[in-house]
């Protein structure tokens, strides 16, 4: 069965550091999003991304966050300058289209000390 | 403003029994909901989804109910069984492509 990847599964950084979170989308999807979840609590939707543009955001996803899909298969999360409150897990999820399932990956738990 | 809440924070039943889990929602404007299944230290697994334009759909072993005039969501499992202790969460698609999911509900199934 097709499935969203993540890597790396846990990093640690040091506050102010920047980080690259990276996922694998399911190959035929076009609509790509990342999600966190701060221990013990909901998960919050940050970005959806479609046909190479940003599509909508939340206001978690300020200018210290970007997306990128550098080619045909990664999609990446980049925080520019990590902060304390930045720790979470970090979700990739990718859909065939809009209004359609939503898969998830395992999560990329961020620490940043 | 708008948000997804849900009722009940830990429901637990014995294995065999059915459980119902619900979800409130506020923006009337959202036409997608899907239930997720989350386990420890793993994503949201999808379960089910409904559109605003249907008031129930079945799955395997599993039953989303949709009442559009109260704006509620419930999720019936029937025979629960230990493996679907997990927590569950609702999500509802309002904005184009956003999903807003609610706090979670705790299902513990006793043996």
């Known amino acids: 069965e097709p499935e969203v990847t993540q890597t790396p599964s846990h990093q640690v950084t040091q506050m102010g550091q920047e980080v690259i979170l990276r996922c694998v989308p399911i190959s035929n999807h076009l609509y790509f999003y990342w999600y966190r979840q701060i221990l013990g609590q909901k998960v919050e939707f940050l970005v959806s991304f479609y046909n190479n543009e940003i599509s909508e955001k939340s206001e978690i996803f300020d200018d210290q966050f970007s997306v990128e899909r550098p080619d045909g298969s990664n999609f990446t999360l980049k925080i520019r300058s990590t902060k304390l409150e930045d720790s979470a897990m970090y979700f990739c999820?990718?859909?065939?289209?809009?209004?359609?399932?939503?898969?998830f990956g395992q999560g990329t738990r961020l620490t940043v000390v | 403003g708008e948000n997804v809440g849900l009722h009940l924070p830990t429901l637990s039943v014995q294995e065999g029994d059915n459980s119902i889990i619900n979800c409130a929602y506020s923006?009337?404007?959202?036409?997608?909901f899907i239930w997720y299944k989350q386990e420890s230290g793993k994503g949201p697994q999808f379960i089910i989804d409904?559109?605003?334009?249907?008031d129930k759909r079945q799955g395997q072993r599993v039953t989303v109910l949709l009442n559009k005039t109260v704006k509620h969501l419930s999720l019936q499992i029937a025979a629960t069984q230990p493996g679907d202790s997990a927590v569950y969460f609702c999500a509802e698609m309002g904005g184009y492509s956003t999903l807003t999911f609610g706090k979670g509900t705790m299902l513990l199934v006793s043996p």
């Open positions: 409904i559109r605003s334009n249907m």
């Open positions: 999820a990718s859909s065939e289209d809009r209004a359609t399932e939503a898969f």
């Open positions: 923006n009337s404007a959202s036409d997608y």
